[in-house]
């Protein structure tokens, strides 16, 4: 296909599904990702745009005995409340006051979750054990972690957010599932020692890469989207 030949309707139908059927899962099977197929998923994803070209992203491909290793220093952190308590996220994920409709979103996508686990709001501890999940990459077999140098700014983290969304439709295409994780930057000094970042390296967040089990409950979460009549303005004069 060039470049300027409009897409056929099959094609222009797998990139929509590869988008659509796009959802974070919290359970993976066992079953391993080769490594030339993540090889292959990081070439495509790494044809997102930057400014001028910059290429801002770096990743950390873990697997085996590396990610085990990882998963156990933090899961150690985790656990421990006078650890836990002296690792602070390096950047502001989330506002610091959280207004509507984005409270409302960030509610609703918790509690579902938690309704489909058996949650309820008086279980602290089943939460927590949940939100550890994220320190072993709710299982998958392969965990990404992603980094850039200090000296980039806005921009280039805009870039990154293209990218990772590329490793993500990539994923799919493949028949593969993720989850972008922004839960590991609370422990971005454990990672930057275990993985030897040097100190221009900034932690960007992890990522979840592998074969999504279909028995688990809690991949049967599907989250809402607003109507584009919500937050697109069409202009014509």
């Given at each position: 296909m060039s470049l300027f030949d409009p897409p056929s309707e099959a094609q222009t139908a797998a990139v929509d599904a590869a988008i659509t059927t796009r959802?974070?899962?919290?359970?993976?099977?066992?079953?391993?990702?080769?490594?030339?197929?993540?090889?292959?998923i990081l070439r495509v994803a790494a044809r997102a745009p930057?400014?001028?070209?910059?290429?801002?992203?770096?990743?950390?491909?873990?697997?085996?005995?590396?990610?085990?290793?990882?998963?156990?220093?933090?899961?150690a952190a985790?656990?421990?409340?006078?650890?836990?308590?002296n690792y602070q996220?390096?950047?502001?994920?989330?506002p610091k006051e959280w207004t509507s409709p984005y409270l409302d979103r960030r509610r609703k996508v918790?509690?579902?979750?938690?309704?489909?686990?058996?949650l309820d709001k008086t279980d602290k501890e089943?939460?927590?054990?949940?939100?550890?999940?994220?320190?072993?990459?709710?299982?998958?077999?392969?965990?990404?972690?992603?980094?850039?140098?200090?000296?980039?700014?806005?921009?280039?983290?805009?870039?990154?957010?293209?990218?990772?969304q590329n490793i993500m439709v990539a994923a799919r295409a493949r028949g593969l599932h993720t989850c972008p994780q922004a839960a590991f930057t609370q422990f971005h000094r454990i990672i930057a020692d275990e993985l030897g970042f040097?100190?221009?390296?900034?932690l960007v967040c992890g990522m979840a890469l592998g074969y999504a089990d279909p028995a688990a409950v809690e991949n049967g979460l599907v989250t809402e989207r607003a109507a584009v009549s919500e937050f697109a303005k069409f202009l014509d004069r």
């Open positions: 959802r974070s899962m919290r359970a993976f099977l066992p079953t391993a990702v080769p490594r030339g197929m993540v090889e292959d930057s400014g001028t070209n910059t290429q801002p992203w770096q990743v950390h491909v873990l697997t085996g005995a590396a990610k085990q290793r990882l998963s156990e220093r933090i899961s985790y656990e421990d409340p006078a650890e836990r308590d996220q390096e950047y502001d994920y989330y918790g509690w579902d979750l938690y309704g489909l686990l058996g089943g939460m927590h054990r949940q939100h550890g999940r994220n320190y072993h990459f709710f299982d998958a077999p392969v965990g990404l972690i992603f980094s850039i140098d200090r000296v980039m700014q806005m921009g280039s983290w805009l870039d990154y957010g293209m990218f990772l040097r100190p221009e390296q900034m």
